[in-house]
């Protein structure tokens, strides 16, 4: 009987992939057998193509001969006498399969219902054994897609709502982190915060915040309880419930429950008495305040009327009619608190007392800032007046004493008060000032009966010159104190001159060399008209020999001048102040100080002055006398009238000429020439050279103080190469001697490092005229004829290194080699032998080493 041979599955086609891998080896292969050997590579690759299409198809006919099917024997069409006799061949027996899958078979089956088979959500498709995965139904399907759809949007949801939380952490650990750094303690008063917002005016934000009406409704209800609290607190306090209104309360209690009608009754007549009560007071109140005048107080606490009048002070009434004196309030509420009448006065100042007197115990060099920072506090805590009476009272305990005061205690006391001067307001220094000019025009007074052993005058005028050095006040006020005591020449004057001199003399010379000159001839012609006595003394000697050092600049004299520390504590101030500010010097004169209890101190702001412009003191007359000298900045009407004819037609650039001029050194010059705080510092390379070529001969003044400003701030650098390239563009309009001292200024300051040689790259070597010839000659003549080789080495390698260069290195190299070593140029040098071979030798040195750093 023949078989049903069963149906086999087709070779599953090949995806893209595979293909790409398959070419991917097929092309690896070829490259083996291509490279394997130096020749016949095409031929080997040839081959092997030959040989796997050979080999394929082979595959494909042995494919095909095993795929042959046998026969199909219909059973349809076998006759049934066979079938029962079971005559079929036994070679036609595996030709049928016994699960009835032939397509032909299936189609002569009657038809089956399909059975549907839904797999769960994530797992895959089983295979039958057959291979097919078996088809689901498009709902199946669709259900499956919103499932995995929601389980997505839950995980996504899940995962904000975690990074959510995460971010609410971190930023609640920050802003505890900024409550920690701004001292805010939820603990101790929770709504702190919400009171900060409505003292700040940003109550409206609450708005933005409170969004939700139950917020909005728990904020009213704590707002209410809280009013609640503070009027039950307050009832408490000012005593309104008292023990006759409890009593009452009992009573009330105990008959309501018998005669509530009557007692309703009652208590409906005792509130319409009540309310027609307060109607009524309240409508004398209203009357009354009607009635009364409308009095304000204004800026300066006195009191006004609706129409503006300044109402009279009733103390001020009693005091004029019972003829006494008006006494201010501040003087009232010290009068007050020195009798006693004010304890809790007296107990402040005791308090501040003690404060002041532990910091100022504890002051030094080392702790100056932190002293001064807490005094400043206390500035802001108490009132100035307070403060200024007690810093007072304790520095005259402190430095005006009977003995010597140590100098360094001085210094450092005066540096706090320059600190307080500058960062609280220049009526602090103001205060101080007038008080110890008050004393010190005490002592001078009565100077002819003070003993010499008793210290306190030297004390205060030790005082007095610290303060002028840390710029406290003007040097006209100094130079009036010096001059008060030179008119009464005697033992005690003549030290604290001494104590001038030796403490601020060189200070007083680099300030105002003028002013200084003419105080020293009014001393020396106050000691020629002394008595003889006085003149033998060895303390007068002594001061004249100390007014000579210190006018000839002359340290070495000076016993124990130290003037580092002065120096340190000045840098140390300067540190100290904060938010741009600065020391603001008094421009008082003395008379001003001394007449201020009775015309007033201009000099603070808002205050009172009653004086007269033409009764003003000596700084009217003064600015009388001296108006030229003022109107000039101080300057002498020579310097000017030079300044004048040198074209000095700005009022920088005239300065800056008249200090060059009038200066000591070139160190004098620097420091008054930065004291003036220009912004323009060509203004400054511009008067220099322009001094330096007006010399009859080069003066190497101007050089010395080109390089200290080139020292000192770059961009004072870059203005002299400015100014340099300047003159150098515009050589034809100068003449031989002005291009000689060119020549010598650049040299010097090119010598010192102050400028770089490149300064001489914008000289035109391809096109040398005869003044740019003569210019280049001179400096280089002068360069290489330069005392110090090592310099004149260092000068040129700075050039040499540099890459940029290369063209000016080449034009100098041709320069030196081929026009300054010529015979002509060389005799017209006139130099000696020995001058002509240095220059020789050095001119080659420099050669090679040009030449050497540019291979």
């Given at each position: 009987?023949?078989?049903?041979?069963?149906?086999?599955?087709?070779?599953?086609?090949?995806?893209?992939?595979?293909?790409?891998?398959?070419?991917?080896?097929?092309?690896?292969?070829?490259?083996?057998?291509?490279?394997?050997?130096?020749?016949?590579?095409?031929?080997?690759?040839?081959?092997?193509?030959?040989?796997?299409?050979?080999?394929?198809?082979?595959?494909?006919?042995?494919?095909?001969?095993?795929?042959?099917?046998?026969?199909?024997?219909?059973?349809?069409?076998?006759?049934?006498?066979?079938?029962?006799?079971?005559?079929?061949?036994?070679?036609?027996?595996?030709?049928?399969?016994?699960?009835?899958?032939?397509?032909?078979?299936?189609?002569?089956?009657?038809?089956?219902?399909?059975?549907?088979?839904?797999?769960?959500?994530?797992?895959?498709?089983?295979?039958?054994?057959?291979?097919?995965?078996?088809?689901?139904?498009?709902?199946?399907?669709?259900?499956?897609?919103?499932?995995?759809?929601?389980?997505?949007?839950?995980?996504?949801?899940?995962?904000?709502?975690?990074?959510?939380r995460i971010e609410n952490e971190e930023?609640?650990?920050?802003?505890?982190?900024?409550?920690?750094?701004?001292?805010?303690?939820?603990?101790?008063?929770?709504?702190?915060?919400?009171?900060?917002?409505?003292?700040?005016?940003?109550?409206?934000?609450?708005?933005?915040?409170?969004?939700?009406?139950?917020?909005?409704?728990?904020?009213?209800?704590?707002?209410?309880?809280?009013?609640?609290?503070?009027?039950?607190?307050?009832?408490?306090?000012?005593?309104?419930?008292?023990?006759?209104?409890?009593?009452?309360?009992?009573?009330?209690?105990?008959?309501?429950?018998?005669?509530?009608?009557?007692?309703?009754?009652?208590?409906?007549?005792?509130?319409?008495?009540?309310?027609?009560?307060?109607?009524?007071?309240?409508?004398?109140?209203?009357?009354?305040?009607?009635?009364?005048?409308?009095?304000?107080?204004?800026?300066?606490?006195?009191?006004?009327?609706?129409?503006?009048?300044?109402?009279?002070?009733?103390?001020?009434?009693?005091?004029?009619?019972?003829?006494?004196?008006?006494?201010?309030?501040?003087?009232?509420?010290?009068?007050?608190?020195?009798?006693?009448?004010?304890?809790?006065?007296?107990?402040?100042?005791?308090?501040?007392?003690?404060?002041?007197?532990?910091?100022?115990?504890?002051?030094?060099?080392?702790?100056?800032?932190?002293?001064?920072?807490?005094?400043?506090?206390?500035?802001?805590?108490?009132?100035?007046?307070?403060?200024?009476?007690?810093?007072?009272?304790?520095?005259?305990?402190?430095?005006?004493?009977?003995?010597?005061?140590?100098?360094?205690?001085?210094?450092?006391?005066?540096?706090?008060?320059?600190?307080?001067?500058?960062?609280?307001?220049?009526?602090?220094?103001?205060?101080?000032?007038?008080?110890?000019?008050?004393?010190?025009?005490?002592?001078?007074?009565?100077?002819?009966?003070?003993?010499?052993?008793?210290?306190?005058?030297?004390?205060?005028?030790?005082?007095?010159?610290?303060?002028?050095?840390?710029?406290?006040?003007?040097?006209?006020?100094?130079?009036?104190?010096?001059?008060?005591?030179?008119?009464?020449?005697?033992?005690?004057?003549?030290?604290?001159?001494?104590?001038?001199?030796?403490?601020?003399?060189?200070?007083?010379?680099?300030?105002?060399?003028?002013?200084?000159?003419?105080?020293?001839?009014?001393?020396?012609?106050?000691?020629?008209?002394?008595?003889?006595?006085?003149?033998?003394?060895?303390?007068?000697?002594?001061?004249?020999?100390?007014?000579?050092?210190?006018?000839?600049?002359?340290?070495?004299?000076?016993?124990?001048?130290?003037?580092?520390?002065?120096?340190?504590?000045?840098?140390?101030?300067?540190?100290?102040?904060?938010?741009?500010?600065?020391?603001?010097?008094?421009?008082?004169?003395?008379?001003?100080?001394?007449?201020?209890?009775?015309?007033?101190?201009?000099?603070?702001?808002?205050?009172?002055?009653?004086g007269n412009l033409d009764e003003m003191?000596?700084?009217?007359?003064?600015?009388?006398?001296?108006?030229?000298?003022?109107?000039?900045?101080?300057?002498?009407?020579?310097?000017?009238?030079?300044?004048?004819?040198?074209?000095?037609?700005?009022?920088?650039?005239?300065?800056?000429?008249?200090?060059?001029?009038?200066?000591?050194?070139?160190?004098?010059?620097?420091?008054?020439?930065?004291?003036?705080?220009?912004?323009?510092?060509?203004?400054?390379?511009?008067?220099?050279?322009?001094?330096?070529?007006?010399?009859?001969?080069?003066?190497?003044?101007?050089?010395?103080?080109?390089?200290?400003?080139?020292?000192?701030?770059?961009?004072?650098?870059?203005?002299?190469?400015?100014?340099?390239?300047?003159?150098?563009?515009?050589?034809?309009?100068?003449?031989?001697?002005?291009?000689?001292?060119?020549?010598?200024?650049?040299?010097?300051?090119?010598?010192?490092?102050?400028?770089?040689?490149?300064?001489?790259?914008?000289?035109?070597?391809?096109?040398?005229?005869?003044?740019?010839?003569?210019?280049?000659?001179?400096?280089?003549?002068?360069?290489?004829?330069?005392?110090?080789?090592?310099?004149?080495?260092?000068?040129?390698?700075?050039?040499?290194?540099?890459?940029?260069?290369?063209?000016f290195k080449q034009s100098v190299r041709?320069?030196?080699?081929?026009?300054?070593?010529?015979?002509?140029?060389?005799?017209?040098?006139?130099?000696?032998?020995?001058?002509?071979?240095?220059?020789?030798?050095?001119?080659?040195?420099?050669?090679?080493?040009?030449?050497?750093?540019?291979?």
């Amino acid at each position: 009987m023949a078989k049903i041979r069963k149906k086999e599955a087709k070779a599953k086609p090949l995806t893209r992939k595979e293909q790409r891998k398959q070419k991917s080896e097929v092309k690896k292969q070829n490259k083996r057998l291509y490279f394997a050997g130096k020749t016949n590579g095409t031929q080997r690759v040839a081959a092997a193509a030959e040989a796997l299409a050979a080999q394929s198809l082979l595959s494909r006919n042995k494919k095909k001969k095993k795929s042959k099917k046998p026969k199909v024997i219909n059973p349809d069409e076998i006759p049934k006498e066979q079938l029962l006799s079971g005559e079929i061949d036994s070679d036609d027996d595996e030709s049928i399969d016994s699960d009835f899958s032939d397509a032909e078979v299936d189609a002569l089956m009657p038809e089956r219902e399909k059975v549907v088979v839904y797999e769960p959500l994530g797992k895959t498709l089983k295979k039958s054994q057959g291979g097919a995965i078996q088809r689901q139904d498009e709902e199946a399907v669709r259900r499956k897609e919103l499932r995995q759809q929601k389980e997505l949007e839950s995980k996504s949801k899940k995962q904000r709502l975690k990074q959510l939380r995460i971010e609410n952490e971190e930023e609640d650990r920050e802003i505890n982190k900024l409550e920690k750094k701004l001292k805010l303690n939820k603990s101790k008063d929770k709504n702190r915060l919400v009171r900060k917002m409505f003292n700040d005016g940003l109550d409206y934000l609450l708005d933005f915040v409170l969004d939700d009406e139950e917020e909005k409704q728990k904020w009213e209800e704590k707002q209410e309880r809280k009013k609640k609290l503070k009027e039950q607190q307050e009832k408490e306090e000012a005593g309104m419930w008292s023990d006759d209104e409890e009593g009452d309360e009992e009573d009330m209690d105990g008959p309501m429950d018998n005669a509530p009608e009557d007692d309703s009754g009652s208590e409906g007549e005792d509130d319409d008495e009540d309310l027609s009560g307060e109607e009524e007071q309240s409508e004398e109140d209203s009357e009354q305040e009607e009635n009364a005048p409308k009095i304000k107080e204004d800026i300066y606490g006195r009191k006004r009327d609706a129409e503006g009048n300044i109402l009279p002070d009733p103390v001020e009434l009693e005091a004029s009619a019972a003829g006494q004196k008006y006494i201010p309030p501040h003087q009232r509420a010290l009068m007050a608190a020195s009798a006693g009448s004010s304890e809790k006065q007296a107990e402040l100042l005791a308090r501040l007392l003690k404060q002041c007197k532990g910091l100022l115990n504890r002051l030094s060099e080392a702790n100056l800032h932190k002293i001064a920072a807490g005094i400043e506090e206390l500035y802001m805590k108490n009132s100035r007046y307070n403060m200024n009476e007690t810093l007072t009272k304790l520095i005259q305990e402190a430095l005006l004493g009977a003995t010597r005061t140590n100098e360094r205690m001085v210094q450092e006391h005066m540096v706090l008060l320059a600190y307080l001067h500058a960062q609280i307001g220049s009526e602090i220094g103001a205060h101080f000032l007038q008080t110890f000019v008050e004393l010190f025009d005490g002592y001078v007074k009565n100077i002819a009966s003070l003993e010499v052993e008793d210290k306190q005058l030297n004390n205060l005028v030790l005082v007095l010159c610290y303060m002028y050095l840390f710029k406290i006040y003007e040097l006209s006020l100094l130079m009036e104190l010096i001059g008060k005591l030179a008119d009464q020449l005697c033992e005690k004057s003549v030290e604290c001159l001494l104590l001038i001199f030796q403490s601020i003399g060189f200070r007083l010379r680099k300030d105002d060399p003028l002013a200084f000159k003419t105080m020293m001839q009014r001393v020396q012609s106050q000691i020629a008209s002394a008595p003889l006595e006085l003149k033998e003394n060895p303390r007068l000697r002594f001061m004249v020999d100390i007014l000579n050092a210190v006018k000839n600049n002359n340290m070495q004299k000076l016993p124990q001048y130290d003037p580092e520390l002065a120096e340190n504590l000045r840098k140390r101030l300067k540190a100290m102040l904060k938010n741009d500010r600065y020391v603001v010097t008094l421009n008082i004169t003395l008379e001003d100080l001394l007449r201020a209890d009775k015309v007033g101190k201009w000099w603070i702001v808002g205050s009172a002055w009653t004086g007269n412009l033409d009764e003003m003191g000596s700084a009217k007359q003064k600015q009388d006398k001296n108006s030229s000298k003022s109107a000039n900045g101080g300057f002498a009407d020579q310097l000017l009238e030079l300044a004048r004819k040198q074209q000095m037609n700005t009022a920088e650039r005239r300065n800056i000429f008249c200090i060059i001029m009038s200066a000591a050194d070139y160190v004098d010059a620097f420091e008054k020439i930065l004291h003036l705080a220009l912004k323009d510092q060509r203004a400054v390379a511009y008067v220099i050279i322009h001094c330096a070529l007006n010399e009859k001969r080069a003066n190497p003044y101007y050089a010395h103080l080109a390089l200290k400003f080139c020292q000192f701030n770059r961009k004072y650098q870059l203005a002299f190469q400015f100014a340099s390239w300047d003159r150098i563009n515009d050589i034809e309009k100068l003449s031989k001697p002005q291009i000689r001292n060119l020549a010598s200024f650049l040299q010097q300051v090119i010598l010192a490092a102050g400028l770089q040689l490149s300064v001489l790259k914008v000289v035109d070597f391809m096109q040398l005229d005869k003044l740019s010839f003569y210019f280049m000659k001179e400096v280089m003549v002068r360069l290489l004829l330069a005392n110090d080789e090592r310099e004149i080495y260092q000068t040129f390698e700075r050039v040499a290194k540099n890459t940029k260069l290369q063209q000016f290195k080449q034009s100098v190299r041709l320069f030196l080699q081929h026009f300054l070593l010529k015979e002509d140029q060389l005799d017209k040098l006139k130099l000696k032998d020995e001058d002509r071979q240095l220059l020789q030798q050095r001119v080659d040195h420099i050669d090679k080493l040009l030449a050497y750093v540019d291979l």
